[in-house]
Each structure stands twice: as C-alpha cells, then as structure tokens.
C-alpha cells in the first residue's frame, strides 16, 4: 500500500457526510477549510470524533495498562482506521491486535510491527500470506491463536508444502464450556501445548483467554466469572512453563476486552520461570459510547474508584426532517449510519435550527425505532413540541465498532465542533 494515500487518503463527495460541493481533498488538508459541523458546512447525518475527548481516553488507557505494569495491543477491528492505529501506537501501545489476515494487513502498513491475531489461522491463502509480510519486513512480529489438533495438522500441512517458511509464533487460546473458541479443559490443553513444542512449523510463545462473552456489568457476577477464567489461563501458562514448553525469552499472557479489563489486570502477570509480559487487547476505549460501554465503565469505576475513566468521544448527527404527530419527530439517519445491535441510539444534544449553541436532551427524549434511513425521535414538553424541519439532534451510541463500520471517513472535531482533522476506515 501506498502510504501516502493509505495515511493521508484522498477524502470526496463520494463519502457520505463530505460537502457535496468539495473538491477532493487530502486527509491533511481538511483542517483548514474551517468547516463548523453546525454552521452546516458538512452533509448529514454524519458520525463524528470529538479529539480531545479521543485524546484522554488514549492517555487514560495507555497509563491504566502502564499502572498495572501490563502493555496494550489494542484490537483494530473497532475503527480500522490507519489514522487511529498510528495514534494509539504513537501513545504507547505494544502493539496491535486484528481479527484477521484482511485486518492485519492494513495495521501493518499503518506502521504497527507486534500484531496478533486474536483468532485462529490455518487457511493456506493466510498462511502463505503471514510468511510472506514477514519475509518483506524483518523484524515484523506475528502471532496468532491455536485451540486444536485439528488445526495443527492443517498448518504442519501447509508447512510440509512450504519448507523454507519460518514457524509461526502462536499463543494456546483457553476458552468455557458453551462459548466461542478455545480449549475447555486443562488435559487436552496441556496435551496441545506438547505438540506444539515438537512441531517446527510453530512456536509456542503464550497463552490468551477471552473474558467479554459473559460479561453482564454486574460485579457479583463478572468478578467470580473472570476470576475463574484468569486461574484457568495462570495455570495452563505455569504447566506450560515446568514443562518447558514455550519459545523465546518471555512469555505472552493476553486477555481483556472493553468491559472488565480491570478484573483482567489483576491476573496478567504471574511468576513464572519465564519473563512474562501481560497484554490487554481492549479495542472499544479509544471512542468508547454513551451506552452500553458507558455502564460498564461504571461498574469499573465502582471497582477501582477510578473516577470517570473513559468518556464517549463518537457522535452521530443529523437534521429533523419530519413532526408529523404530536410527540414523534423524524430524523434523517438510520440502520445505514448508527449502531443499533445492542440498543437504540441515545439523543445527547439539541440545536435550534440557525443555532451553533446546543443544549442537552431532556431524558424523556428516546430514540423508539430506526429504518434504513430515518429515526423516530419520542418525547414530551415543551422542548420537543418546538421541534422543527432542519434542527439538529446529536445522537449517543453503544457499541463503537458497528457504527465504526458504517462510515468511509469521520472528522474529527474540537470542543467548538470545528473540523480539526479526519480519518478514513478500511472495512
């Protein structure tokens, strides 16, 4: 990829949200045209970054980690912006984690050299591409997961093909009974581990979990859960190292997602043998919501008297483009732009059609439904009967990642909402 137009891409009216009447603009240059996203000199609806609330979030995260004596490999799949992957690596980060070989692919050219690949691989167009990034750039670092035989088999198959191919660095994935992937029990893990070590297609190098399937927001639940969990990985990382199982000179551990890496943290780092070396792979904090992320971090808050921690960086705006019934105000943003999988969107902010200055919501006002491309905005009082064809309304989220995935470019704005920066996303 041509990092020119991969970091500093050309941004048009063909992306939803650019002015329509905009010459095509490099990312760099967007700054200065002094568009005000409520003067109107952007299309709507349009999700957006607030960065100076995006700044804190990565200096909160980064020093958590740093506090705990832990390292960060955030997970890309939330935003798969180059733009912000060299942000979060600029701020400290380890290094980066994807979902997969696609994903990887745009982190590596946007300059991250530790990815992992918190999922398992064993496709020989992934396999063959794996050998290859690292073959044009020594010193690149690639890891991914490993659950079963049945997966070894089909990477010492491809190895068999390949024989020149360096081993492929891998950490034993530990999963729970009816969740996602992962071995369940210790034995068969154990057992795994064996073979991995004779195999010279991989090298074992750590041993990952999940924690986020079963996570609830409620304390009494979550801390037993992870707990569990976080013994279970320790001790198939200490059988692992008395059997002198892992490669290298430290070993990997890595959990955490968005909602309990504060349970995790406490478990990254036991003694083993070995150097180890704890990564957090949370991926939502660079954003963070308004809603379901939001209750979460509450629950962390009450748990480490942390204090605000996180706050919600990403917004969605859009126009009233209807008052057709008392009570019920149209709004012109839908399925197509705004995460909707885990709950509605949350109204946060209200501008008076040729206002700049926007008030907050009153909490009666609820976001009922969505349609591919409208809104319908309920509430009561005298605020709301004042509704009006061409306000604006300023819309919270929960779960970044699948609003992430709706927009081709966002900008980035100061407190002011002037447009200060942009970036693209590689979905």
Excluded at 11 to 21: A, L, N, T, V
Excluded at 110 to 134: E, H, P, S, T
Excluded at 146 to 164: M, Y
Aim: hydrophobic fraction near 40%; proline fraction near 5%.
């Amino acid at each position: 990829m041509d990092e020119p137009d991969f970091l500093d891409p050309l941004i048009d009216s063909s992306f939803k949200g650019f002015p329509h009447q905009s010459a095509a603009l490099r990312r760099s240059q967007i700054a200065a045209q002094g568009w005000n996203v409520l003067s109107g000199d952007l299309t709507l609806p349009l999700a957006l970054i607030r960065r100076d609330v995006m700044r804190r979030n990565l200096g909160w995260m980064q020093d958590f980690a740093s506090a705990h004596g832990l390292e960060l490999a955030p997970h890309g799949k939330t935003s798969m912006s180059p733009q912000l992957f060299r942000q979060q690596l600029d701020a400290g980060a380890w290094g980066m984690t994807f979902a997969t070989v696609t994903q990887l692919r745009v982190g590596i050219a946007a300059g991250a050299q530790r990815c992992l690949i918190a999922n398992q691989v064993f496709a020989d167009l992934d396999l063959r591409c794996i050998d290859q990034l690292k073959q044009e750039q020594p010193g690149l670092r690639i890891i991914f997961l490993v659950d079963s035989l049945d997966q070894l088999e089909l990477i010492e198959a491809w190895r068999r093909k390949n024989p020149a191919a360096d081993a492929f660095e891998v950490l034993l994935e530990v999963g729970v009974p009816g969740g996602r992937t992962g071995c369940r029990e210790l034995a068969p893990a154990l057992a795994l581990a064996a073979r991995l070590r004779a195999s010279p297609a991989l090298a074992l190098v750590g041993v990952e979990c999940y924690e986020g399937l079963a996570t609830t927001g409620d304390s009494t639940h979550d801390q037993p859960y992870v707990e569990q969990l976080m013994n279970r990985l320790c001790a198939l990382a200490t059988a692992c190292d008395e059997q002198d199982l892992f490669e290298g000179d430290e070993v990997l551990l890595s959990a955490g997602g968005s909602a309990v890496f504060d349970l995790v943290a406490r478990q990254l780092k036991p003694r083993l043998r070995r150097a180890v070396r704890g990564l957090l792979r949370s991926g939502c904090y660079i954003t963070h919501d308004q809603g379901h992320y939001k209750r979460l971090m509450s629950a962390v808050a009450a748990r480490t008297g942390c204090g605000d921690g996180l706050q919600g960086a990403m917004e969605v705006w859009a126009r009233v483009q209807s008052c057709p019934d008392p009570g019920l105000a149209i709004l012109a943003v839908g399925k197509r732009d705004i995460s909707y999988d885990l709950e509605m969107p949350i109204p946060l902010l209200h501008c008076r059609r040729g206002s700049t200055e926007p008030s907050t919501t009153p909490a009666d006002w609820k976001i009922s439904a969505l349609n591919d491309q409208h809104a319908y905005l309920r509430g009561s009082g005298a605020q709301h009967a004042a509704l009006q064809v061409g306000d604006l309304i300023c819309l919270g989220i929960s779960h970044p990642c699948t609003t992430f995935d709706k927009w081709r470019w966002m900008p980035l704005v100061d407190e002011s909402y002037n447009v200060c920066d942009a970036l693209i996303t590689c979905f």
